[in-house]
């Protein structure tokens, strides 16, 4: 045999050995985060026993026990909960790609997201790349968002409109959804629409959303098992869907035969989807179904979580009355008082509109930087982010994260967390005024250093966070400019949190609104 030859397997087979050792050293050297103890196969019985939503007491309870970042294995595999800013920060920023990945997505999702065609569900790959980098290049880019700034305005004269048309105590959170619906729903499909049209586009999505939770069930059986013992709630599911094509793909095609009369029409993001072609697939393009499930996730993740955290906001304004004022007054230290209410500007589209608080205007308040910053601290609209997967075994904080698990950040913990915040539970906008970074400079995605993560972090951090502070800043500076806000009379705002697509006021806001001035 050649020399050269022996010498060359000898090398290989060496380096073999040795990947191999070090490979068993990594995996028998580190242990996984603690956690409580296990059974063999069915895991940890905790789990099966309590609700989900019980799920957070329950980690902070453990937390007190195993630390900030723990194991809990359901069936055979880690699931793993981070409640550290610094370690958040490691995994996702400083080792983003291997965290970056999504589990495989439980039976009924598969049905409702059309083959995973979203962009939260797609796995890292291709089609999560293509996918998110057009949403943020064709839609949330700065310019693209501006081009939108007629719809933000037409919809915020129209819940102006409605507000001064209700009577004195009003609950807010519908008109805050319907609001938050209209603007998504003029991005993703233009602004022609009627308001009879989004009125069933919101009226499908809601049910898609609330649906969810009933459907879960099905996710827990094998998929033969379910379908028999679930007939029933198979069928509704397979209806819904037919009844989201129903009402979107006549939209989508509506909206790209006017596309092709007239070129000029601002972009949707429908108009956006219709030359993607898919990498994994032979580049192919998207199907219409798939589409729908694109457009479904636009209007579904934009919508809660806006009128949600608006809420909130708005909530701890009536209740603390101090922050309010301080707000009121640096707008109108910026563009004066509010006119009167009979000094509409034209009528457009059946809506008069209103002179508002412009976006360039919003851009130089930092209190109601602060305001909004504070109000996604104390309440950031998901308690967790979305469930990450690993997709190589990984050390972090010296513990071994093996390959698929699953790992969840307690993003409410981390803006809670007293080592971090002083009186975290205390709703205090000052604090990013007093202190570095402020709210100007604060750093929301974290990628310098993570001190809260309302909209999550790293590569799979929400692509629309500067849309959805945007959208917050504009409202609720424009809705403090036009009335003020108090509590019923014998009435306390009670900020009791309750769990639903997001954490919502368990008592939603009513409250008094008055016209600055009167006409
Ligand atoms: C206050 C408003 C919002 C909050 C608090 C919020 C929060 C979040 C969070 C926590 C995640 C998961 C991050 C992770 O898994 O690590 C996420 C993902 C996402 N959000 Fe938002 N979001 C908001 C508004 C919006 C809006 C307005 C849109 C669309 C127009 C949007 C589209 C998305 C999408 C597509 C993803 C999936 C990203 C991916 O998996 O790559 N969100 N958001």
């Known amino acids: 045999m050649e020399l050269w030859f022996i010498i060359v397997v000898s090398i290989c087979i060496s380096c073999l050995i040795k990947s191999i050792i070090t490979l068993n050293k990594t995996s028998k050297n580190l242990d996984l985060p603690p956690g409580p103890p296990a059974a063999p196969l069915i895991g940890n019985f905790i789990w099966l026993r309590k609700p989900i939503s019980e799920l957070e007491t329950i980690l902070r309870r453990l937390k007190t026990l195993y630390g ?79 081009s939108h700034s007629g719809s933000r305005k037409w919809v915020l004269s129209l819940l102006i409109r409605r507000l001064m048309n209700t009577a004195e105590s009003v609950k807010l959170i519908d008109h805050f959804q319907f609001a938050m619906f209209c603007l998504l729903v003029f991005m993703c499909f233009g602004d022609k629409l009627e308001e009879n049209q989004i009125k069933e586009i919101e009226d ?72 993607l072609e898919l990498p994994e697939e032979n580049n192919r393009k ?107 075994e990984v050390e972090l904080e010296g513990y071994k994260i093996p390959k698929n698990s699953i790992v969840n950040f307690m993003v409410a913990d981390m803006g809670w967390d007293p080592e971090v915040w002083e009186d975290p539970m205390e709703f205090k906008p000052e604090r990013f005024l007093d202190h570095e970074p402020a709210a100007d400079t604060f750093d929301i995605t974290g990628s310098r250093e993570v001190k809260m993560m309302p909209f999550g972090a790293g590569r799979r951090i929400c692509p629309a966070s500067g849309l959805a502070m945007l959208h917050l800043e504009y409202f609720v500076a424009n809705l403090i400019w036009y009335f003020e806000w108090t509590p019923l009379e014998g009435d306390e705002i009670d900020l009791t949190e309750k769990q639903e697509f997001t954490i919502v006021m368990k008592n939603p806001l009513c409250a008094r609104i008055s016209p600055r001035v009167h006409i």
């Not at 981070?82 to 009924?108: E, K, M, W, Y």
């Not at 029933?232 to 989201?244: D, I, M, P, S």
């Not at 092709?260 to 029409?265: F, I, K």
Request: net charge positive; glycine share 4%.
């Open 286 to 392: 998207l199907e219409e179904s798939e589409m729908v499930s694109l457009c479904g996730e636009f209007l579904t993740a934009g919508t809660d979580t806006t009128s949600t955290a608006l809420q909130w906001i708005m909530a701890n304004l009536v209740k603390y009355p101090h922050f309010q004022t301080r707000l009121y007054n640096e707008i109108i230290s910026i563009v004066g008082p509010p006119p009167a209410f009979t000094e509409e500007e034209e009528e457009e589209e059946g809506v008069q509109q209103f002179r508002v608080v412009e976006e360039e205007d919003v851009q130089k308040m930092s209190y109601l930087k602060a305001v909004v910053l504070e109000g996604l601290r104390r309440h950031p609209p998901g308690h967790f982010v979305l469930p990450h997967r690993v997709t190589q």
């Open 68 to 146: 900030p970042i723990i194991t809990m294995t359901i069936g055979r595999r880690p699931f793993i909960f981070v409640s550290s800013h610094s370690i958040a920060h490691r995994a996702l920023i400083q080792n983003g790609a291997v965290f970056a990945d999504r589990p495989p997505p439980p039976p009924t999702a598969r049905i409702a997201n059309r083959s995973m065609k979203s962009i939260s569900s797609s796995g890292y790959g291709p089609t999560w790349r293509l996918l998110r980098r057009n949403l943020t290049h064709e839609i949330l880019h700065p310019g693209r968002v501006k």
């Open 204 to 275: 499908v999505q809601r049910k898609m959303l609330l649906g969810f939770r009933r459907f879960n069930v099905l996710n827990f059986w094998p998929i033969w098992i379910s379908k028999t013992i679930y007939s029933k709630l198979w069928k509704e599911l397979a209806q819904l869907r037919k009844y989201q094509d129903d009402v979107l793909i006549p939209l989508i095609r509506a909206r790209l035969e006017s596309k092709q009369e007239h070129v000029s029409v601002p972009s949707a993001y429908v108009d956006t989807l219709v030359d």
